[in-house]
């Protein structure tokens, strides 16, 4: 059984694969607590659900694309049984993963987008390094929501200190909703001399910060 919040056909707002339409598993529950978490309704409550009945959720919205995301997906072990049975029904899988929990013994055949938390999250210290390099250059990324300036000399130094340009499919560099000057981020990824890329929420530009379920 899962422990599930909801299950929504939407468009995928991050990553490279932005803009695509793409069904959403969010999981229920998580072991950290960013200061700036935009989905907290994902902590408590949830419905516990049959990997048969999400399944079968995932199926009726005949999507391709599914993201097993949360809350953190990888804290409840049976997700990484529901990652393998998408795989095997030919899915495309991407999971959203707060870096905390090891990625060791997810499907290989799944896609990570993998976060490392920076100072401002107040989740730092609890970065799982082990997983960076675990990342597959073929289809892993990795994400870093910066805050602010602090947070942006924190992710050029953990990407310049363990070779994530050469580790990973893409960088890509978020900016926490309504904090961050964004000509200003973008001056700094412009400037980095990086291979790295700067991503906004395009869900939160569709139907705005607050809304759930797209
Ligand atoms: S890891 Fe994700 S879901 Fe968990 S507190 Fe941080 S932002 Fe929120």
């Given at each position: 059984?899962?422990?599930v919040?909801?299950?929504?056909l939407?468009i995928?707002g991050?990553s490279?694969?932005?803009?695509?339409?793409c069904?959403?598993?969010?999981?229920?529950?998580c072991p950290?607590r960013?200061?700036?978490?935009d989905?907290?309704y994902?902590f408590?409550?949830?419905e516990w659900l049959?990997?048969?009945?999400?399944?079968?959720?995932?199926?009726?919205?005949?999507?391709?694309?599914?993201?097993?995301?949360?809350?953190?997906?990888?804290a409840?072990?049976?997700?990484f049984t529901?990652?393998?049975r998408l795989?095997d029904?030919?899915?495309?899988?991407?999971?959203?993963?707060?870096?905390?929990?090891?990625?060791?013994?997810?499907?290989?055949?799944a896609?990570?987008?993998l976060?490392?938390?920076c100072?401002?999250s107040?989740?730092?210290?609890?970065n799982?390094?082990?997983n960076?390099e675990?990342?597959?250059?073929?289809?892993d990324?990795?994400?870093?929501?910066?805050?602010n300036?602090d947070?942006?000399?924190y992710a050029?130094?953990?990407?310049?200190?363990y070779?994530?340009?050469?580790r990973?499919?893409?960088?890509?560099l978020?900016?926490v909703?309504?904090e961050?000057?964004?000509?200003?981020m973008?001056?700094?990824?412009a400037?980095?001399?990086m291979?790295?890329?700067?991503?906004l929420q395009l869900?939160?530009?569709v139907?705005g910060p607050e809304?759930r379920g797209?």
């Amino acid at each position: 059984m899962l422990r599930v919040t909801e299950i929504f056909l939407s468009i995928q707002g991050e990553s490279t694969h932005a803009g695509r339409p793409c069904t959403f598993v969010r999981l229920t529950g998580c072991p950290m607590r960013c200061t700036w978490c935009d989905s907290e309704y994902t902590f408590t409550g949830g419905e516990w659900l049959s990997l048969e009945a999400v399944m079968e959720q995932v199926r009726a919205f005949g999507c391709r694309l599914v993201e097993v995301t949360g809350g953190e997906p990888l804290a409840q072990r049976e997700a990484f049984t529901l990652i393998e049975r998408l795989c095997d029904a030919g899915y495309e899988v991407l999971i959203e993963t707060g870096g905390y929990v090891s990625t060791e013994g997810v499907d290989a055949r799944a896609s990570l987008i993998l976060d490392v938390k920076c100072p401002a999250s107040g989740e730092e210290a609890r970065n799982h390094w082990p997983n960076l390099e675990r990342l597959r250059p073929d289809r892993d990324e990795v994400k870093f929501v910066i805050a602010n300036r602090d947070d942006w000399d924190y992710a050029r130094a953990v990407v310049t200190r363990y070779e994530l340009e050469r580790r990973a499919l893409a960088i890509l560099l978020s900016p926490v909703w309504g904090e961050v000057e964004l000509r200003e981020m973008a001056d700094w990824i412009a400037t980095s001399g990086m291979n790295i890329r700067m991503q906004l929420q395009l869900h939160k530009q569709v139907w705005g910060p607050e809304a759930r379920g797209v």
